[in-house]
């Protein structure tokens, strides 16, 4: 079993940037992608990547999905970060259906 570990999240201004990383125990799936989820919603897809990227209508041309797979890391690049951005981001494996532990990611000034 892969396990999955996210980090970089943290409380940025409206208009700032992070850059999210999951590190994986093992090899990275080839099917990978990044979700959400806001206090009382429900967890939401926010980008995917495999033989090419997509995003959720909300973050697409804001948000860069990446991975390294020497590093086994995938990586999520956020830009011009909006309020109804702050949620726990989770990273997950598609194949393995594995889920990280979140990182809080909260965009208020």
């Known amino acids: 079993q892969v396990q999955l570990v996210e980090s970089g999240g943290g409380l940025v201004p409206p208009g700032g940037s992070l850059r999210l990383s999951c590190a994986a125990s093992?090899?990275?799936?080839?099917?990978m992608a990044w979700y959400r989820q806001a206090p009382g919603q429900q967890r939401e897809y926010v980008a995917g990547?495999?033989?090419?990227?997509g995003y959720a209508r909300s973050v697409k041309g804001r948000f860069t999905i990446s991975r390294d797979s020497a590093n086994n890391t995938l990586y999520l690049e956020m830009k011009d970060l909006k309020p109804e951005d702050t949620a726990v981001y989770y990273c997950?494996?598609?194949?393995?259906?594995?889920w990280g532990q979140g990182t809080q990611v909260t965009v208020s000034s």
């Open positions: 990547i495999g033989h090419n990227t």
């Open positions: 997950h494996d598609i194949t393995l259906n594995s």
């Open positions: 093992g090899s990275i799936g080839h099917a």
